[in-house]
């Protein structure tokens, strides 16, 4: 049922179309709080008119006023006091925003600040229990579209993909496990150009060669082009994000909003993927980023809003407003005596749909000691930890728990085996079981295996509020989703950890009081840890050791990270 607000503001269903400004609950023809597949609009769906677009004091049709030349227009996103709450609290307060063509505009903000719920806002993907207030105004030369009057539908058909582009947090939730991506690029490219639109599809997608236009768009986000031949659980976290930037950009839409697109990704690679968005900005695109990392928002974007709280605390030209970066790297010099206390790989080899991810190697983890695993997107880094992790047998090699081999893994393993080793991804979306609230995804896998711990005790260990507890999976930031997967991992009271970029989806200061809260406990418990991270300032701050798995002349090849800072 929707929600209402006050006797000031107008609510009408969500499928309706309001041709003023008021107040709409939002979303009932999508999943409740799913964001719809990146780059892609509804298929099979005939698009309808979606309510009145005032040109001059004339409201006619949309379909009217399309242009029918073939030139690509400009568009812009103008955001004027827009309001957002879940269930009566507020999450987005009195914002205004403007998203101008030519112009790269990053969205920096902590965890829970309010980032991605104005990105489900700006798509109409926000879950049923939203209340909106407030206007969204799309532009393009003299006319005008009211987006906060948009069906869903009207969205799914007529918006996005072709009018707006969407990456979304955690790309691996945009791709469906069941088709190859090539597959599911060209229906997205397919639905991007049917139909009428708000605007005209590009020039450039009338071209018959739309199999070069993928590998051409896949080269330009930093991605190989025999990617497209894969299934999504056959790539990394990184190389799905890059492929989640092809997904939005692939009808070419004059306006694009990328959340978290460097998620999973080395520096390097993250680099290059910020450089092709403000190219892309600055050859007449408007374009949103939404990002966490104040360096890349300084290098590389033309203007900047500071958001917390769901509030806009600051807004200005990136240099003036953030201060360079302090950190700095040191040289890992501690070298871990052997021990008999230590999960271990011996010698393992790990091949994927015929693809050889790993071969041959070993990595060791002491109890009361973490242990850094760095390298480059698509390496082979969550591989090996899936393997180290329990999830996985190797084809070659073997997995030694304090001692024992394991000639199993994953449910063929006993319970009290399983439980030993904590495992946490880097895809907390894919994780969590949509159906629970935080409170019992923490609790029942302790419960299950016959210990009391409250979820309220295990949420204050990663600094996740109590209030946030009774929610599910997707009424949540990818951050905040990100610690409840954390206190989950460490509510078992593990003897290893096995952490895969677990402050990807943070801001600095809250990675940096969860890795601390991390390091105390693996040094009073003993707890042995593998901590997985492109950045390499964490691994400095927080690891006793660090070990760079590195692309090698024909196999990924393991090192001490001293040999590359030496």
């Not at 980032?115 to 229990?129: C, F, V």
């Not at 031949?229 to 976290?237: C, D, I, K, T, V």
């Not at 690891?543 to 090192?559: I, W, Y």
Request: charged letters at 20%.
């Amino acid at each position: 049922m929707s929600k209402r607000v006050a006797s000031s503001e107008r609510v009408v269903p969500g499928d309706g179309v309001v041709p003023g400004g008021g107040a709409v609950p939002v979303g009932d023809a999508m999943a409740v709080g799913g964001a719809m597949p990146v780059g892609q609009v509804a298929t099979g769906t005939q698009a309808v008119p979606v309510g009145q677009v005032a040109t001059g004091t004339q409201s006619v049709p949309p379909e009217h006023v399309v242009p029918s030349s073939q030139d690509h227009e400009q568009a812009h996103l103008n955001v004027r006091d827009l309001n957002v709450s879940y269930d009566g609290k507020p999450v987005l307060m009195g914002m205004d925003l403007d998203i101008e063509p030519g112009t790269l505009h990053v969205l920096l903000g902590p965890s829970g600040a309010g980032k991605s719920t104005l990105i489900h806002a700006l798509t109409g993907t926000l879950p049923r229990s939203a209340t909106v207030s407030g206007t969204i105004d799309l532009h393009c030369g003299t006319r005008q579209w009211n987006l906060t009057a948009l069906s869903t539908r009207g969205f799914r058909s007529q918006v996005l993909g072709r009018v707006i582009g969407t990456t979304t947090q955690g790309s691996v939730t945009a791709f469906s496990a069941t088709s190859k991506i090539g597959t599911q690029l060209r229906e997205a490219l397919r639905a991007s150009t049917r139909g009428p639109g708000l605007l005209p599809s590009h020039p450039h997608l009338t071209s018959a060669d739309r199999e070069q236009h993928l590998r051409e768009l896949c080269w330009t986000c930093g991605g190989e082009p025999e990617w497209l031949g894969r299934y999504p659980h056959q790539l990394s976290g990184g190389q799905l994000s890059r492929l989640g930037l092809v997904a939005a950009m692939v009808g070419h839409p004059p306006i694009l909003l990328a959340d978290e697109p460097t998620t999973g990704l080395d520096p390097e690679s993250a680099d290059a993927i910020i450089k092709t968005l403000a190219n892309f900005a600055h050859s007449g695109h408007a374009v949103l980023l939404i990002t966490h990392d104040g360096e890349l928002a300084r290098r590389y974007g033309d203007v900047v809003t500071v958001l917390k709280d769901g509030v806009v605390l600051a807004h200005g030209e990136p240099r003036a407003l953030l201060p360079p970066s302090r950190r700095s790297q040191r040289s890992f010099a501690k070298v871990l005596a052997p021990s008999e206390t230590q999960l271990a790989a011996r010698r393992v080899t790990r091949i994927l749909g015929g693809h050889e991810i790993v071969r041959n190697l070993s990595l060791e983890i002491p109890r009361g000691h973490i242990v850094g695993l760095s390298g480059p997107s698509g390496v082979g880094k969550s591989t090996m930890a899936s393997m180290v992790a329990l999830l996985e047998n190797p084809d070659e090699g073997t997995i030694e728990l304090d001692g024992q081999v394991l000639a199993d893994a994953g449910l063929a393993l006993p319970p009290a085996v399983r439980r030993r080793v904590g495992w946490v991804s880097q895809q907390p979306f894919t994780a969590m079981d949509p159906r629970m609230t935080l409170a019992q995804a923490i609790e029942l896998p302790a419960r299950l295996a016959g210990l009391n711990t409250r979820a309220e005790e295990a949420a204050s260990w990663c600094g996740l509020p109590a209030e946030l507890l009774q929610r599910r999976p997707h009424q949540v930031s990818g951050g905040e989703l990100q610690r409840a997967c954390i206190a989950r991992a460490l509510a078992l009271q593990p003897d290893y950890l096995v952490l895969d970029e677990i402050t990807a989806m943070l801001d600095e200061d809250t990675a940096n009081s969860v890795l601390t809260w991390i390091r105390d406990t693996v040094h009073e418990r003993g707890i042995g840890a593998l901590l997985i991270s492109h950045d390499q300032f964490v691994l400095d701050t927080f690891a006793d050791s660090c070990l760079r798995l590195q692309p090698g002349s024909e196999r990924p090849e393991l090192h001490p990270m001293e040999a590359f800072t030496a």
